[in-house]
C-alpha cells in the first residue's frame, strides 16, 4: 500500500467519494480516509437512504390502510412490522454502502479507515482503526468530512428518549407521542415516517412558517396539508427544556417572542433543528485553515482554502447541506485538479421533502425575488386540474414557475405534489441551458402523466393554462 497519493481525501460522504470517483477516472492515485466502518458518510448510512427506505414502506403501510379500498383494493388487518421494516432499511443501507465500495475497488481508490489528523499541507497522520497508525502525502487535500446534528443547549440527545435523526431511525417502537423541534425538512421527513406507523406528531417551530427558506405559498400549503393528515403545531414556539420523567418526557414550550411557558408531555423528542459542519480533530488550527464564524471551513471559487494543497467540500463549507450539491462539488474539483474545467451552478440546485405529498424548489422564491426588487411573473397550476392526478386520486399540490417578466427567462421553480422530487429536474433542466418560461410551455409533454402541470404551469406564467 502506497503511502503517498496525487489526491487524499477526507471523508468518504457522497462529496468524497464522488471526488475519489472522479479523480481516479483522470488517472490520479487517490486515497480516502473513512473513520465510519462502511463508506456513504451520514447520507447512505443515517440519513437521506436509511430515511426514504422508511418512507417508502411506510408510506405503502399507509396506503393500504386508507387509499386501496377506494381502488377497489380490499387488504384486511393491515400491520405494521416494524422489527422487518427496520430490516428492510438496514438492507437499503447495506446495498448502497456496498456499491460505493464497490467502485472504490473498480476504480483503485484506496479506502484507508480510520481517523485522519491533517499535518502540514500536504501531510496527513491517520489513526487506523485497528490502533495502528500511518502517514500519508499528497499533491492535493480534499476536506469532505460533512456535517453533524445541531445540538439544543441544555437538551441532552440519548438516541433512544431523546433523539437525532440517527435515533429516529432506529426507534424499537412507535411512540406515542412524538415531539419534534424543528420544522425544516429532517424532522419533517421523519415526523411522516413515525405519524403513519401510528404517533401522535407535534411540531414545534421557532419560526412562523415550516421549511424556513422555502417559498411561502409553497410553506402555507404543505402545513395545511400536514395538519389535515393529522401533524400539530407549535410554531413561533421554542423548546427550553426537556424533563426525563419515569414513563414520559415534559417538554417546556415558550413563545419565541417571550410569554409563559407550557408542558408538553412525549414518550420522544426528536431534536431536529439543522445540522453543522464537522471538522472535529482535523487539527485545522495548527495547520492554519481558516474557518467562519459557524465553523464551516473557507474556500474560494475553486474550493481552495488559505493553505495551499487543502480544499474543501460539501457540508462542512458554505451553501446548502444537501448530499447532490456536494456530489457536484467533488466532481468540479476533481476536473479542476486535473486542469479541465469543474463548474457548479449553485443558482440551480434543486432542494427535495420527501414527505407525501412530496415538495421540491429549484431557485429563487417568490420573496427572494421581491427582496431583490426582480420584476417576474408567477405561473401556478393546481393538481386538481391534472388528468393523471385525478384518476389517481393525488390532487393534493400545485407547480409554480416563476419568470422575468422582461425576458422570461427561468428563474424558480417550487412544486407541492406526488414525484414531486423527480418533476422538479424538469424545470432544473431548462434552467441549466437558460430557458425560458415559452420554451417549457412549447414542449410536449406525453398525456396524462403528472409532469403535464410544468407545462401548463409555464403556460400559466403568460396567463393562458388550458385546463384552468
Not at 470517483?21 to 447520507?43: F, H, K, N, Y
Not at 451552478?345 to 427535495?352: L, S, T
Not at 425576458?407 to 405534489?417: F, K, N, S, V
Amino acid at each position: 500500500m502506497a503511502d503517498q497519493f496525487d489526491l487524499v481525501i477526507i471523508g468518504a460522504g457522497p462529496g468524497g467519494y464522488e471526488c475519489a470517483i472522479r479523480a481516479a477516472q483522470l488517472g490520479m492515485s487517490v486515497g480516502v480516509v473513512e473513520m465510519r466502518d462502511r463508506l456513504g458518510g451520514t447520507c447512505l448510512n443515517v440519513g437521506c437512504i436509511p430515511s426514504k427506505a422508511l418512507l417508502h414502506a411506510s408510506e405503502l403501510f399507509d396506503e393500504a390502510g386508507h387509499a386501496f379500498a377506494e381502488m377497489g383494493i380490499i387488504v384486511k388487518d393491515v400491520k405494521a412490522d416494524l422489527k422487518q421494516m427496520l430490516a428492510f432499511k438496514d438492507e437499503a443501507v447495506d446495498g448502497n454502502t456496498r456499491g460505493v465500495e464497490f467502485l472504490f475497488k473498480k476504480n483503485k481508490i484506496e479506502w484507508i479507515k480510520g481517523r485522519a489528523i491533517l499535518t502540514d499541507s500536504g501531510g496527513i497522520d491517520v489513526a487506523l482503526a485497528d490502533g495502528t497508525g500511518r502517514s500519508l502525502t499528497a499533491k492535493h487535500i480534499v476536506i469532505a468530512t460533512g456535517s453533524d446534528v445541531a445540538r439544543l443547549p441544555g437538551v441532552t440527545i440519548d438516541e433512544k428518549r431523546i433523539v437525532s435523526s440517527t435515533g429516529a431511525l432506529t426507534l424499537e417502537k412507535v411512540p406515542g407521542h412524538l415531539v419534534i423541534v424543528g420544522g425544516g425538512v429532517i424532522g419533517l421527513e421523519l415526523g411522516s415516517v413515525w405519524h403513519r406507523l401510528g404517533a401522535k406528531v407535534t411540531v414545534v417551530e421557532f419560526l412562523d412558517q415550516l421549511l424556513p427558506g422555502m417559498d411561502g405559498d409553497v410553506s402555507r400549503n404543505f402545513q395545511r396539508i400536514l395538519k389535515k393528515q393529522g401533524f400539530e403545531f407549535k410554531l413561533g414556539s421554542k423548546v427550553t427544556g426537556v424533563e426525563l420523567a419515569k414513563n414520559n418526557l415534559k417538554i417546556s414550550v415558550e413563545p419565541a417572542a417571550g410569554g409563559a411557558a407550557e408542558q408538553i408531555e412525549a414518550d420522544v423528542v426528536l431534536v431536529a433543528i439543522g445540522r453543522v459542519a464537522y471538522t472535529e480533530g482535523l487539527n485545522l488550527q495548527s495547520v492554519g485553515v481558516a474557518v467562519d464564524p459557524r465553523g464551516r471551513v473557507i474556500v474560494d471559487e475553486h474550493y481552495k482554502t488559505n493553505v495551499e494543497g487543502i480544499y474543501a467540500i460539501g457540508d462542512v463549507i458554505a451553501g446548502p447541506m444537501l448530499a447532490h450539491k456536494a456530489m457536484d462539488e467533488g466532481v468540479a474539483l476533481a476536473e479542476q485538479l486535473a486542469g479541465q474545467a469543474g463548474h457548479v451552478n449553485y443558482d440551480v440546485i434543486p432542494a427535495v421533502v420527501y414527505t407525501y405529498p412530496e415538495v421540491a424548489s429549484v431557485g429563487k422564491t417568490e420573496e427572494q425575488l421581491k427582496a431583490e426588487g426582480v420584476d417576474y411573473r408567477a405561473g401556478k397550476f393546481p393538481f386538481t386540474a391534472n388528468g393523471r392526478a385525478k384518476a389517481n386520486k393525488t390532487t393534493e399540490g400545485f407547480i409554480k414557475i416563476l419568470a422575468d417578466r422582461k425576458t422570461d427567462r427561468i428563474l424558480g421553480g417550487h412544486i407541492i405534489g406526488v414525484n414531486a422530487g423527480e418533476i422538479i429536474a424538469e424545470i432544473a433542466i431548462a434552467m441549466e441551458f437558460g430557458g425560458a418560461a415559452e420554451d417549457l410551455a412549447r414542449t410536449c409533454f406525453a398525456h396524462p402523466t403528472l409532469s403535464e402541470a410544468v407545462k401548463e404551469a409555464a403556460l400559466a406564467v403568460d396567463g393562458r393554462p388550458i385546463h384552468m
